[in-house]
T-cell receptor, first 114, second 112 residues
């Protein structure tokens, strides 16, 4: 069975600085997707970034980028130029190619301080 | 606007009183899922559906039922709720390409 682990329950960062959230996963699959979701206080689940395992190039979306290490089964999220609106809980998630079955980590609460 | 809707958004009920949380999507997605979110556990899948009349258990199906009679709707049924089902519930849908799931706004359920 697949598992996803986020070992940092809480993190904080100063506005405009860079922060990295860690995620590791366990799977025997070779092809799969990885995601980072953001959950602000409104509780809405917002897709931040996704990575296909067969792509070696790390995904980037504006200030958000990932460091995908397939052999190490590591998938960290880097947030550059942190903004107050980035304050939220962040979830790492895994999905096999079989659609509709996301497996989530425990979440990391990120606070951006002014 | 493409969206997943859930109702109600908040619900307080008592043990044993049957309830249904509705979920509807307007994107013509084949795949729909229910998750529950609990502190320290992240989101866990309860049930999912790959199409009309096709449903299967997720990781935590005990105490829940679902149905998929129409493509757009996927209600979650708690026939005899218990306090351990107090949680935040999310419905989600995705297309066959399925590399992205769209989430509803969540339903906060409290069972007394």
């Amino acid at each position: 069975a697949q598992t996803v682990t986020q070992s940092q329950p809480e993190m904080s960062v100063q506005e405009a600085e860079t922060v990295t959230l860690s995620c590791t996963y366990d799977t025997s699959e070779n092809n799969y997707y990885l995601f980072w979701y953001k959950q602000p206080p409104s509780r809405q689940m917002i897709l931040v970034i996704r990575q296909e395992a067969y792509k070696q190039q790390n995904a980037t979306e504006n200030r958000f980028s990932v460091n995908f290490q397939k052999a190490a089964k590591s998938f960290s999220l880097k947030i550059s130029d942190s903004q107050l609106g980035d304050t939220a809980m962040y979830f790492c998630a895994f999905m096999k190619l079989e659609p509709g079955k996301l497996i989530f980590g425990q979440g990391t609460t990120l606070q951006v301080k002014p | 606007e493409a969206q997943v809707t859930q109702n109600p958004r908040y619900l307080i009920t008592v043990t044993g009183k049957k309830l249904t949380v509705t979920c509807s999507q307007n994107m013509n997605h084949e795949y729909m899922s229910w998750y529950r979110q609990d502190p320290g556990l992240g989101l866990r899948q309860i049930y999912y559906s790959m199409n009309v009349e096709v449903t299967d258990k997720g990781d935590v199906p005990e105490g829940y039922k679902v149905s998929r009679k129409e493509k757009r709707n996927f209600p979650l049924i708690l026939e005899s709720p218990s306090p351990n089902q107090t949680s935040l519930y999310f419905c989600a849908s995705s297309s066959p390409r399925a590399d992205t799931q769209y989430f509803g706004p969540g339903t906060r359920l409290t069972v007394l």
